[in-house]
């Protein structure tokens, strides 16, 4: 369980402090997918970069587990790092290293021995759908292969908790719903709880089971997907809601799913045809 209570973010630069998160409490359950929305500059990405510590709350506490990881440092934090993956909007790859390579970086820093490191590799790659990929380099994948190899990197420490920082953004809407099932799949197989940062309504509606909206840096409202979007009681839900493209996401997914049927049942017949 992550538990986040009184957490505030403040910036100084130049003299002036602005102040980032203010006053956030949340609760993630064990097992579930949490997702944070809200528009561009609202604090998604600095409150979920306070959950590892890649940012220091200036006040408030992050607690995993029943314990106050707020003032890790040095071992603790690494500890606390391997078990919390994280991927992110642009992929974040190594361009030099295969990707199988880049699946194995966090176990070598880990200290595990090479054979095994193949061999975890090997078995994530199959479970993200690339085990012929292993050899390439991320420069030879599309974009939604290149976050399924991030989401491969960010398993091989086992971790229990996944953050996801605007994981689908970049990517079209058929790789959109590809990329969320497999973050479904995960999570209902290994159990790994997950935070997902989004600003598209259509996304957490497609996958978290429940939802916090944050504006201006504080929370505005929270609660189960379903009664959040059904019932919104803040003003930037409700002006969310009205601008979501959930619908034409769908339509366009279902779309394309018809076209590419079609096409392979043309190919299909016309093979036939010739034979």
Not at 71 to 100: C, P, Y
Request: charged residues 25%; contains cysteine; glycine residues 8%.
């Amino acid at each position: 369980m992550i538990e986040i209570r009184n957490l505030t973010k403040v910036y100084e630069a130049r003299g002036e402090k602005h102040t980032a998160l203010d006053d956030i409490n949340l609760t993630v359950r064990d097992g579930e997918i949490f997702g944070i929305i809200g528009a561009s500059g609202a604090g998604k990405s600095t409150l979920v970069r306070c959950i590892n510590l890649l940012e220091r709350p200036t006040s408030g506490s992050v607690i995993v587990d029943g314990v106050d990881v707020t003032g890790f440092k040095g071992r603790q934090l690494h500890d606390l790092r391997e078990d919390i993956g994280m991927i992110f909007q642009n992929f974040s790859l190594f361009q030099q290293r295969t990707v199988a390579q880049n699946v194995t970086y966090p176990l070598e820093i880990a200290g595990m021995g090479k054979r095994e490191r193949v061999a975890r590799a090997a078995e994530l790659l199959e479970m993200v759908g690339l085990a012929d990929k292993a050899k390439r380099y991320p420069s030879e994948l599309s974009g939604g292969q290149q976050q399924r190899v991030a989401i491969a990197r960010a398993l091989a420490n086992e971790p229990s908790i996944m953050l996801c920082d605007e994981a689908t953004s970049a990517l079209d809407s058929l790789t959109t719903l590809q990329i969320l099932d497999l973050l479904r799949s995960i999570n209902e197989s290994l159990g790994v709880t997950m935070v997902v940062i989004t600003h598209a309504l259509s996304v957490a509606e497609q996958i978290c089971d429940s939802v916090a909206v944050i504006e201006a840096g504080r929370i505005v409202e929270q609660g189960s997907t379903v009664e959040v979007f059904a019932h919104p009681s803040s003003a930037v839900t409700q002006q969310l809601l009205q601008h979501r493209t959930v619908s034409s996401t769908i339509t366009e997914v279902v779309t394309e799913r018809c076209v590419i049927t079609e096409a392979i049942d043309s190919e299909t017949a016309t093979d036939r045809k010739v034979g």
